[in-house]
């Protein structure tokens, strides 16, 4: 018989007990602190009726080689059943540079769609009704050009700003964080965030113009608290920049958006969500006591976690995925995209990625769970947890406030270090076979098990060069130049860049060019190393 | 007889636009703690910069993580760029989203060694120490 361990950790290492009764939930209130579904503080979820009246959105993340290419793969996913669009863009467009920049090469359209000019975001909606379908967007450092391209593709159709809807990452404290990809530093960066928050209040009232990430914090190996603790953490940042900007909260945080990893610690993942949403409201209540209920509402996308699916017997990462949608669906997320078996190989095949939506479509359709809002909530276990991941995420709070702040933080190398030595914990712990993996480091076997991967064909960069020339050649450049000048004298003074930025857009000055006037005004950033 | 052998120089980073640095980071910890002297150069460097650095630092081995897709190019160019320096005594391995079908390219190339996902960091450090052999 195994020996019962006497020390059992969650995986981010929080110790748990064998069983829990009422005892731990001394102090704990279920009116207070958990109270209804769609009221106060919001822990069992933001509607009262959650999945019953309306399923999550099934948004699986696509993009790769040309905008065409990308096409294509969104409306294969739209025929399957997908019920919204979300936008992964290759390398050099997430750093803001052209398909021909010679620090492109080798990269365009490899892990993602490449994106240069509005010519291309064109191509890429093309046919694909607007006002009909949200789209998310994963852009970080030049996300307020891309959505200018966006609204401009609109404004060519004829559709109304106020009828799209949709999200923008826009979330640049995460990306020194821990996705590491940035034009400028932080508070010209920050500028452009309240200069989108802004916009959207005014004109897109439905968009969601910053999704304040913990996706990629935990990717880069923090714990669930870390996660919750830093994510929430630029969500209030956010906040105080628009407040200091001159908006009233309730005229913007109605449109605040989060994401969410969802890892494979099944219960650890629920009460970090729960978490999320009670000590959002609390924070926003205690700090700008909002009229509009809707302002304290932590709406959420999940994402199961890319960087715990294996190499080693890929068809496993089905199972790993299914139930780490399942933990998303008992968490109250507003929409999931499920990871693809293949994608710890390539970007996923077509087939790949059908089955991770079928993922989703059997747990709504097959599984019940949706029948009734919350079923774990009074669980002593998730109750006490989610009570953890709280009072865990408040004690970051404190730190960060002590240092002066999260750019502070940042720059100082804080949350850096604690997701280093998290991630370093957990490689020892898997190195010394103190966590399992199967097929990794458990249950191991010499099968060769090859799935079919992805292939990026290299014409695609010559392809999109060629395109790019081509539009240079074609376009009206003294109109490109003169939108060019006016925005880099935008940029120096305090005003809102959207409205300089879609007409720069719209006169096809490329993503680089727009990029490369904002250097011109904000400069550039390097990194304080952390090892 | 005994020789005094000096720690192997190696150079670690990530080269092109990909910043995910999890996997690096934690190789910079393993190879240092096995007694290697590293130098980290950080993101977001390109072929040239991860060459000259090489050369001027002196490095015995280049380890370069990809997670992007652009390894196809990315590596031969820098092993291109260290032929033409005569420096291509310096070993180049790599790590990160490499596919099984892109790695007889690579080899071929004059990649030495290439580490795919869940790798454990224990056959990590014995293959760099067996480069000095």
């Known amino acids: 018989m195994q020996e019962c361990p006497s020390r059992v950790t969650s ?26 579904p769609g009221a106060f503080p919001y822990t069992r979820g933001l509607y009262s009726a959650m999945y019953r009246r309306r399923l999550w959105t099934m948004r699986q993340f696509a993009g790769f080689g040309t905008a065409n290419d990308t096409n294509r793969r969104m409306k294969y996913l739209l025929k399957h059943g997908q019920t919204g669009l979300s936008v992964a863009f290759d390398m050099p467009t997430l750093m803001g540079l052209d398909a021909d920049d010679s620090l492109a090469r080798g990269e365009v359209g490899r892990c993602g769609v490449t994106i240069s000019s509005l010519s291309d975001m064109e191509s890429l909606f093309e046919n694909i009704p607007l ?121 913007f945080a109605p449109q605040l958006s989060f994401f969410f990893n969802v890892h494979n610690d099944f219960f650890e993942e629920i009460a970090k969500f729960r978490a999320a949403r009670r000590l959002w409201a609390r924070e926003i209540e205690r700090r700008y006591h909002p009229k509009d209920p809707r302002s304290l509402q932590l709406r959420c996308h999940a994402q199961t976690a890319g960087c715990s699916l294996t190499a080693q017997q890929p068809m496993n990462n089905v199972v790993r995925v299914s139930l780490q949608a399942l933990a998303a669906v008992l968490s109250g997320t507003q929409s999931l995209h499920t990871n693809s078996l293949d994608e710890t190989l390539a970007l996923p095949t077509e087939g790949a990625v059908k089955l991770a939506l079928r993922t989703q479509q059997i747990i709504a359709n097959e599984s019940h769970v949706i029948n009734t809002v919350d079923p774990l ?6 109750e006490s947890l989610t009570n953890r991941m709280e009072a865990g995420a408040r004690e970051y709070f404190k730190k960060i406030d002590d240092i002066g702040g999260m750019v502070k933080a940042i720059e100082r190398g804080f949350p850096q270090r604690e997701i280093f030595e998290a991630s370093h914990r957990y490689q020892q712990e898997v190195e010394q076979n103190e966590r399992s993996i199967v097929g990794v480091n458990a249950f191991v076997d010499d099968v060769p098990c090859s799935v079919p991967t992805l292939k990026i ?65 904000f400069g550039t950033y390097s990194e304080p190393i952390v090892l | 007889m005994t020789v005094a052998t000096l720690p192997l120089r190696v150079l670690l980073g ?58 196809h190019y990315l590596l031969p160019r820098v092993l291109a760029l260290l032929k033409e320096q005569g420096a291509d005594d310096i070993a180049v391995i790599a790590g990160g989203i490499i596919p099984d079908e892109d790695i007889p390219m690579l080899k071929n190339a004059g990649i030495r060694m290439i580490f795919q996902p869940g790798t454990p960091m224990s056959e990590i450090v014995d293959s760099v120490k067996g480069l000095k052999e």
């Open chain 1, 11 to 36: 995986l981010s290492g929080l110790e748990i007990d064998q069983v829990y009764s009422t005892d731990v939930l001394k102090g704990w209130a279920a009116d207070t602190d958990l109270g209804n």
């Open chain 1, 131 to 251: 006002d009909k379908i949200t789209t998310s967007m994963t852009i970080n450092g030049p996300a307020a050009i891309i959505f200018a391209m966006y609204l401009a593709v609109a404004e060519r159709r004829g559709i109304p700003f106020e009828r799209l809807g949709g999200t923008l990452q826009n979330d640049i404290l995460k990306e020194y964080i821990a996705q590491k990809e940035w034009l400028f530093a932080p508070e010209p960066h920050i500028r452009l965030i309240t200069n989108t928050i802004a916009y959207c209040a005014q004109h897109v009232w439905k968009w969601h113009p910053v999704s304040i990430s913990g996706y990629h914090i935990r990717e880069a190996g923090s714990t669930a608290v870390q996660e919750l603790a830093f994510t929430l953490y630029n969500g209030l940042t956010y906040v105080d920049a628009t407040v200091n900007a001159g908006l009233a909260v309730d005229a």
């Open chain 1, 457 to 521: 064909h290299p014409e695609v960069e010559l392809e999109q060069v060629t395109r790019l020339s081509e539009l240079r050649k074609s376009r009206d450049a003294v109109r490109v130049a003169d939108t060019l000048r006016k925005l880099h004298k935008a940029a120096i003074t305090s005003e809102n860049l959207m409205p300089y930025l879609i007409d720069a857009v719209k006169s096809y000055a490329t993503l680089g060019e727009i990029c490369g006037r904002l250097k011109e005004v």
């Open chain 1, 377 to 382: 909530g009074g669980s002593y276990y998730i």
């Open chain 2, 14 to 71: 990530k080269v092109g636009l990909d910043g995910h640095d999890r996997g690096i980071k934690l190789v910079v910890r393993a190879l240092r703690d096995a007694g290697m002297e590293i130098i980290y150069c950080g993101l977001h460097q390109t072929p040239e910069e991860v060459v000259a650095t090489a050369i001027q630092e002196d490095v015995q081995v280049i380890g370069l993580s990809l997670l992007s897709g652009a390894h």
